[in-house]
């Protein structure tokens, strides 16, 4: 089992729609949760950083962490073409190497 | 947020030739930095920690007499392929943590991505 499952989609929405990304993990002890933006063909961009449960808003994105589920959620609203990337969720134990999904592929229809 | 850059952006080498890539951090100190390996549509390896003035840490099945990593100073990382071959084409992409901060986050380059003919 690897320790961090994403779905990689694609996922293909309307401009304006509520996106919805996931991944779950096996270890209890991961405590720091990322998302990372990738375009095609360029380094990762670092999203929403997150310690623990609870959520983490900024403008239009939400990052939403359950320990108890071992379940992290990315919320974009209002989702727009330029959204359209690869996004990766990533955490770690509080070493730094971190421990990535596999990537979700989400394209923003106009 | 803080800045990493690699260079080059995109290199073709020959086969059984040798290839260097580098990893700056540009406006932080990042005593440890990490080098990924991307095949299209797969997510991010790691293939090894790149330590300031110690031996890098490599992941189990990553040769490290092939991927040479030296950590020179507190803003250099090279990764060097070397007598490359067409499987290893691939992007790689370096990462750092700002070591200044108590927190953990990550900043990445924008990738180099080679192509072994």
């Known amino acids: 089992q690897k320790e961090v499952e994403q779905d990689p989609g694609p996922l293909s929405v309307p401009e304006g729609a509520i996106v919805s990304l996931n991944c779950t993990y096996s270890?209890?002890?991961?405590?720091?949760f990322m998302w990372y933006r990738q375009y095609s063909r360029k380094g990762p961009e670092l999203l929403m950083y997150?310690?623990?449960?609870g959520n983490k808003e900024d403008g239009r994105f939400t990052a939403q962490v359950d320990k108890s589920s071992k379940y992290i959620s990315l919320f974009i609203r209002d989702s727009q073409p330029s959204d359209s990337a690869t996004y990766l969720c990533?955490?770690?134990?509080?070493?730094?190497?971190?421990?990535f999904g596999t990537g979700t592929r989400l394209t923003v229809i106009p | 947020g803080a800045v990493v850059s690699q260079h080059p952006s995109w290199v073709i080498c020959k086969s059984g030739t040798s290839v260097k890539i580098e990893c700056r951090s540009l406006?932080?100190?990042?005593?440890?930095m990490f080098w990924y390996r991307q095949f299209p549509k797969q997510s991010l390896m790691l293939m090894a920690t790149?330590?300031?003035?110690?031996?890098?840490?490599?992941e189990q099945g990553v040769e490290k007499d092939k991927f040479l990593i030296n950590h020179a100073s507190l803003t250099l990382s090279t990764l060097t392929v070397t007598s490359a071959h067409p499987e290893d084409s691939s992007f790689y992409i370096c990462?750092?943590?700002?070591?200044?901060?108590?927190?953990?986050?990550?900043?990445f380059g924008p990738g180099t991505r080679l192509t072994v003919t």
């Open positions: 990533a955490m770690h134990r509080g070493a730094n190497n971190l421990f």
């Open positions: 990462s750092a943590p700002d070591s200044g901060l108590s927190s953990y986050e990550q900043y």
């Open positions: 997150t310690y623990s449960s």
């Open positions: 790149s330590n300031e003035g110690s031996k890098a840490t490599y």
């Open positions: 406006d932080f100190q990042a005593t440890t």
């Open positions: 270890n209890s002890a991961f405590q720091y």
